[in-house]
């Protein structure tokens, strides 16, 4: 009778949810542009929310004109729209040198992706355009949020 292998270990990839550092980190990726993305929309959502909100409130324009609240409350949601707006403009033109930056020079890019692709590094993207992002998801959210606070401050102090 011939001898029986033992079983073969199975690899450790089959045993977790992801088949390779590089699909986990792309799923990291993915999950963070969906969230950063819907806070956009929920941000400007709520601006809107907030403006229909100060209007029902406090019925018209005369109203909430006459009220310090109801006007911090706009004041803080053209804040967060002029952020948007001045962000994506900002970030167009950030990522748009770097396109420019990257297909003028494929043996360039090449090297620095080998040299940064396993570093804690912003490639493909910069410095900047990292903090430009992270400073426009703060800000929309600070005056977005703000916004709604003072809408609620002003309807019950109303």
């Given amino acids: 009778m011939p001898e029986e292998e033992p079983p073969k270990k199975s690899?450790?990839?089959?045993?977790?949810?992801?088949?390779?550092?590089?699909?986990?980190?792309?799923?990291?990726?993915?999950?963070?542009?969906?969230?950063?993305?819907?806070?956009?929309?929920?941000?400007?959502?709520?601006?809107?929310?907030?403006?229909?909100?100060?209007?029902?409130?406090?019925?018209?324009?005369?109203?909430?004109?006459?009220?310090?609240?109801?006007?911090?409350?706009?004041v803080m949601v053209i804040f967060a729209l002029a952020v948007n707006i001045i962000g994506a403009r900002l970030l167009s033109n950030l990522l748009r040198k770097r396109v420019a930056y990257g297909e003028t020079d494929s043996v360039r890019w090449k090297q620095e992706y080998a040299q940064f692709s396993t570093t804690d590094s912003p490639w493909p993207f910069t410095g900047e355009i990292e903090d430009t992002g992270r400073w426009m998801m703060n800000i929309k959210a600070g005056f977005t949020l703000l916004a709604g606070a003072l809408l609620i401050a002003g309807a019950i102090l109303k």
Avoid: R
């Fill in 11 to 74: 690899d450790a990839s089959d045993d977790t949810l992801y088949k390779s550092p590089g699909e986990a980190l792309k799923k990291v990726s993915s999950e963070f542009e969906y969230w950063s993305g819907k806070l956009t929309e929920t941000s400007l959502q709520m601006c809107y929310a907030v403006i229909a909100a100060n209007w029902v409130v406090f019925g018209s324009l005369k109203g909430i004109l006459n009220n310090p609240w109801a006007k911090w409350s706009l």
